[in-house]
Structure formats: C-alpha cells, structure tokens
C-alpha cells in the first residue's frame, strides 16, 4: 500500500506561482509513474503532468510552459511548480501514483486547494 499526501496549495493572485509537493509512503518501492490531477468546481478531473522515475515528463496543452513537475526518488516525493497562474487554474490538485509492476492499480492524495483570484 501507498499514501500520498499533498501539501503547498493556497490562495494565489493572476500571474503568480506555486509549488505544489506530493510525499510518498508505504511501499514506494513499488511506484512507478507519478503524477498531478485536479478537478475544477463541476468539472471532471483532468490530468495536468506525469513523471517516471528516470523524469521523463508530460504535461496537459492547458499548462505546457507554465507548469513544471519534478521528482526525487531518495525522497520519494514530486513536485508541481506552477508559474504564471490563471484563474481556470483554480481546482482541487491531486497526487497520483502508479504501481511500477501493474500501473492499472494506482493511489491517490487526498487533494490541495489552489485557487487563484484577484
């Protein structure tokens, strides 16, 4: 078993930044492809970046040159740095993991809220 907890949302005005960070615990040995969701008031959730554990990354079109995702495998944590924050930004942010064996089984964070407002 995995959890994963997010920590660094908040309130944060047009244009602005920040960091997201996700920490692992439990059996990490057995994650693979790490990643970030959210989901905006009546919106489905939606894939925003993934990571594997070599940092091979993909991101979502709405945040390429925005968003950054990082990892630290010693750490066994991932990071979202969000730069120039729009309003539609605004969603509950989720941290995703994947088993490394099997990636169809996954676990999820219990979500950060960012919102972003002037």
């Known amino acids: 078993q995995v959890q994963l907890v997010e920590s660094g949302g908040g309130l944060v005005q047009p244009g602005g930044s920040l960091t997201l960070s996700c920490a692992a615990s439990?059996?990490?040995?057995?994650?693979?492809?790490m990643g970030w969701y959210r989901q905006a008031p009546g919106k489905q959730r939606e894939l925003v970046a993934t990571?594997?554990?070599?940092?091979?990354?993909n991101y979502a079109d709405f945040v390429k040159g925005r968003f950054t995702i990082s990892r630290d495998n010693a750490k066994n944590t991932v990071s979202l740095r969000m730069n120039s924050l729009k309003p539609d930004d605004t969603a509950v942010y989720y941290c995703?993991?994947?088993?490394?064996?099997?990636?169809?089984?996954?676990?999820w964070g219990q979500g950060t809220q960012v919102t972003v407002s002037s």
């Open positions: 990571i594997t554990r070599s940092s091979s990354s």
């Open positions: 439990g059996s990490v040995f057995s994650i693979g492809v």
């Open positions: 995703n993991a994947a088993e490394r064996i099997d990636p169809k089984f996954d676990y």
